[in-house]
């Protein structure tokens, strides 16, 4: 029996949440056929498709409950500010798809718009020296500036920095986590964290309420390096986390760049390790984007079209507006956004917001779109 997209999503979300399915067993399914007859399976339908012993009997007690409570989240993810992605979705970032095991599910706090821009990982040791910190602030503030959106991990050291970095000078950041998107680790990071849930993106594939856990961080990694056009290491000791995001890189045939350092610095023996193997070396911001000068001039463009366009029009598009109101329609210029998102960016009560919306829309200023999303008109 077919299945709707959306149920497709539910079952692909209950596998991905089920303990002892992993990707290549997902793959394996999907490559068969997702179908709703598989609610209804028992343990020897599910071992004929080569599913263990242990996990056939945990899919056949729940997997049509586990598939029924997924679509029920996915119906109301809108108002709990936790968004699930499929790799069915159109919202899916390309680039990530075209990774090896790109992940079937991943879960998102913030706006998922940044998945689209032109991107950079930023990565490194989680204890740099003052050379690191302070390379690894010059470069991403340079990077921001440009448009590119910085890619890292939210643990601490460079990763941080560069964070921190892309936030001050109000650029765009998404941090990958090895935990689920509702686990502030290292908990040092809280503030860092709800800033870029504010104002950047969340990015996880561990579902919500997963702790950090040691295994978890070099799985993420290839996401890191998936969603971004190259990466960028800026001090690494010879065994550090860093490499692996650059092997990522390398294994899906993205850019990697190293900052070269002093030699008798353990903190560069990583990236002097990068660079005799090939790694682009990097002195200044001239050394990436030269690189990527299509991606920045399309994000430019279209930037700069969205800000004549708001010039231009917003005069006439705006006249008897309130304040609010006004405020409201400003951000929309930069995108749709979703009920949750909205409240992350004013920060006003939901009340508020609520009846600016219906103001605007009466206004015939901006449109509601399915699952509470809008736009302007």
């Not at 560069?268 to 911001?285: H, M, N, P």
Request: glycine share 10%; proline share 5%; hydrophobic share 40%.
């Amino acid at each position: 029996m077919s299945t709707s997209p959306r149920y497709e999503k539910a079952m692909l979300v209950a596998l991905h949440e089920t303990e002892g399915i992993g990707w290549k067993t997902i793959d394996n399914l999907y490559a068969s056929g997702l179908h709703m007859d598989m609610c209804s399976y028992g343990v020897k339908d599910w071992t004929a498709m080569g599913i263990r012993v242990e996990a056939a009997h945990r899919l056949s007690l729940h997997f049509a409950e586990a598939v029924e409570n997924a679509g029920n989240r996915l119906s109301r993810e809108q108002n709990e500010g936790i968004r699930v992605i499929c790799i069915l979705d159109s919202m899916y970032p390309d680039m990530l798809k075209s990774s090896p095991r790109p992940p079937w599910v991943m879960y998102a706090r913030g706006s998922l718009n940044l998945l689209n821009g032109p991107s950079l990982a930023v990565v490194g040791t989680r204890v740099p020296t003052a050379y690191g910190r302070k390379v690894a602030t010059l470069l991403t503030e340079d990077l921001v500036t440009k448009g590119v959106t910085i890619v890292s991990g939210l643990a601490r050291g460079i990763d941080s920095i560069a964070h921190a970095a892309a936030l001050k000078q109000k650029g765009k950041t998404i941090a990958v986590l090895g935990a689920g998107v509702d686990t502030i680790y290292p908990p040092e990071n809280r503030t860092l964290y709800e800033e870029i849930a504010q104002q950047g993106l969340l990015l996880s594939e561990y579902p919500p309420g997963t702790g950090a856990h040691p295994g978890y961080f070099p799985q993420r990694n290839r996401i890191i390096a998936g969603i971004s056009l190259g990466t960028l290491v800026v001090e690494a000791d010879i065994r550090s986390g860093s490499l692996i995001t650059s092997d990522a890189a390398l294994e899906a045939g993205r850019d990697v760049f190293a900052v070269p350092g002093p030699i008798t610095s353990p903190k560069s023996r990583g990236t002097l390790e990068l660079i005799k193997q090939g790694a682009k070396l990097v002195t200044a911001i001239e050394d990436i984007t030269e690189e990527y000068q299509r991606q920045l001039k399309e994000a430019a463009e279209k930037s700069s079209v969205g800000a004549h366009t708001y010039t231009k029009d917003y005069a006439s598009s705006v006249d008897g507006l309130t304040k609010e109101e006004m405020e409201l329609y400003h951000m929309l210029q930069q995108g749709p956004g979703s009920v949750d998102e909205l409240l992350e960016r004013t920060r006003w009560e939901f009340g508020l917001l609520h009846s600016v919306l219906l103001s605007l829309i009466i206004k015939k200023q901006i449109t509601q779109l399915p699952g509470a999303i809008y736009k302007l008109i």
